[in-house]
C-alpha cells in the first residue's frame, strides 16, 4: 500500500487536463503537446536512467568555452544539424541554456556595449532591442523586466531609426510564421542581429538554406517538442561573444542541468537515428524502422492546417496568411509552410478585439496586441493535443 502510495506521489504531472467537448480549450501559449503521441512509440529510444552519482559536478568540460556544456549535447547538436542541413556548425561554438529564452537574454548581455570601456562621449545609454512587428510577445517583456541599464526595448524594427541596436530576427517567425531577414543593415552603424531560428525545423518549414549567422538560437521546445526540459542552445561564431553569453549564464544560474543536457541529448541522437540509421542495425536490436520526427511533426501540420482552412472557410468571418511553400533541401521534396502557429484574423467589422471573441466562445488565444500588431489579430498554437485541437477546430468553423 505504502508502495502504492509513494508511486502516485512521484507520478510527473502531464502538465494540462484533459478537454471535453465544453472546455475552454486554451491555445495561447505555444505548448508542443502535439510530439507527445510520437514519444510515446519510440520505446526506449529517447528514454534516460541516470545513477545518484551521475550529474553532480558543476563542471562538463573545463577545456570549452562553455564550460557547462555537456560533450554529448554538444555532440548531438552538431549531429542533428548536419542532418537536417538547417544550420552551419563548422567554427561555431555550441553555447547551452536554460531554454533558448536564457540565451536570448544572454545574447543582450553579451552584444550590448561594455561602457565601462567605451569611448569618452558616450552617453552610456541602453542599446535599444527591436523586431519586426507583428514580433514575439517574449522579446520585449524579456528585454524589459528587469529595468537593465544595459539593453533596451524600442519596438519595431521598421520604425527604428538609430544607428545602434540588437535587432532579433526570429524566422519562420512567431507569430505569423513569416520566413524573415534582418531589415536593418548592420554593416553600417553599430547594428547586431541575433537569429532566433526555433521554428527552423523541417516539420513548419521547408529547409532552403543552411543558416550561418553570428547568433542561432534554438531549442528543444519546438524541435522535438521537449519544452519542460527546458534546453536551447545557442550556435555563436565569435569566442569573444560566446565567452560573454557564457558568463551570462553563469552569473544567472552557473550553469544548465546536466540531467536536462542529457535527456535532451538523447532525444536529438533518437531523431538523428531515424534518418541515418541503416536498416540491418535496426535488425539487430530488433526494433523497428527507428521513429522519424519530421515526418511525423510534418504529417501532423500538413493535418492541422488544412482542417484550419477548411474551419476558416466554413466560418466565414475570420482570414488565414496565404499559403508559401519552396523546395527543402532536407526532404528533397517541395513543401509548403506549416506553421506552429496561426495568426488568426478576424474580419468581422464589429469585433475589435478577437481574441475577447474567442474567449467568449471558450477558446483562449493571444492577442495581436501582445505582438505589436492589430487586435483584430490573434495568435493560436497549433501544436496542442489532438482532442483539444479537434474542438478548437468545431468551434471554430461554426462561428458566423
Ligand atoms: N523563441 C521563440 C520564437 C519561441 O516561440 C519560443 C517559445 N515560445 C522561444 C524562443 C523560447 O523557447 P524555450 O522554451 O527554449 O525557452
Given at each position: 500500500h505504502r508502495r502504492a502510495r509513494t508511486a502516485s506521489s512521484m507520478a510527473p504531472s502531464t502538465g494540462k487536463p484533459a478537454v471535453t467537448t465544453d472546455s475552454v480549450i486554451n491555445l495561447d501559449h505555444g505548448d508542443p503537446t502535439m510530439f507527445e503521441e510520437f514519444w510515446r512509440e519510440t520505446g526506449d529510444a529517447a528514454e534516460v536512467v541516470i545513477p545518484g552519482w551521475q550529474t553532480m559536478s558543476y563542471f562538463s568540460d573545463v577545456t570549452n568555452v562553455c564550460w557547462f556544456l555537456e560533450p554529448e549535447l554538444d555532440r548531438q547538436v552538431r549531429r542533428l544539424h548536419r542532418v537536417v542541413g538547417n544550420a552551419a556548425v563548422d567554427g561555431y561554438h555550441v553555447l547551452v541554456g536554460t531554454g533558448s529564452t536564457q540565451l536570448f537574454m544572454a545574447a543582450l548581455y553579451a552584444l550590448a556595449p561594455d561602457h565601462s570601456a567605451a569611448a569618452a562621449g558616450d552617453a552610456g545609454e541602453p542599446i535599444s532591442v527591436v523586431s519586426t512587428a507583428p514580433y514575439y510577445s517574449s522579446y520585449p517583456a524579456v528585454t524589459d523586466f528587469l529595468r537593465s541599464g544595459l539593453f533596451r526595448w524600442a519596438g519595431d524594427a521598421d520604425a527604428f531609426g538609430g544607428d545602434s541596436y540588437i535587432e532579433l530576427v526570429c524566422s519562420p517567425n512567431n507569430p505569423d510564421g513569416a520566413i524573415r531577414e534582418a531589415v536593418l543593415d548592420s554593416k553600417t552603424g553599430n547594428g547586431r542581429t541575433v537569429h532566433d531560428l526555433a521554428y527552423y525545423w523541417p516539420q513548419y518549414t521547408p529547409i532552403t538554406k543552411r543558416a550561418a549567422h553570428d547568433i542561432m538560437l534554438f531549442t528543444v521546445s519546438k524541435s522535438t517538442g521537449h519544452a519542460g526540459t527546458r534546453i536551447g542552445w545557442a550556435l555563436v561564431k565569435d569566442r569573444a561573444i560566446a565567452r560573454k553569453m557564457t558568463k551570462f549564464v553563469e552569473l544567472n544560474t552557473i550553469g544548465v542541468s546536466k540531467d536536462s543536457q542529457m535527456r535532451a541529448a538523447k532525444v536529438l541522437a533518437a531523431v538523428s537515428d531515424g534518418y541515418e540509421r541503416r536498416p540491418e542495425q535496426t535488425k539487430e536490436t530488433k526494433t523497428a524502422t527507428p521513429p522519424r520526427l519530421f515526418d511525423f511533426g510534418r504529417r501532423k501540420m500538413v493535418e492541422r492546417w488544412s482542417m484550419l482552412r477548411a474551419a476558416v472557410a466554413a466560418s466565414g468571418i475570420f482570414s488565414l496568411p496565404e499559403e508559401t511553400s519552396g523546395f527543402c533541401n532536407f526532404t528533397k521534396v517541395t513543401a509548403a509552410t506549416n506553421p506552429a502557429f496561426a495568426w488568426l484574423r478576424?474580419?468581422?467589422?464589429?469585433?475589435?478585439?478577437c481574441a475577447g471573441f474567442l474567449r467568449g466562445h471558450k477558446i483562449l488565444t493571444r492577442s495581436g496586441a501582445q505582438f505589436g500588431a492589430d487586435a483584430r489579430y490573434v495568435r493560436v498554437s497549433m501544436l496542442d493535443r489532438d482532442d483539444a485541437y479537434d474542438i478548437f477546430i468545431n468551434r471554430l468553423s461554426s462561428l458566423k
Open positions: 478576424c474580419d468581422r467589422e464589429d469585433v475589435e478585439d
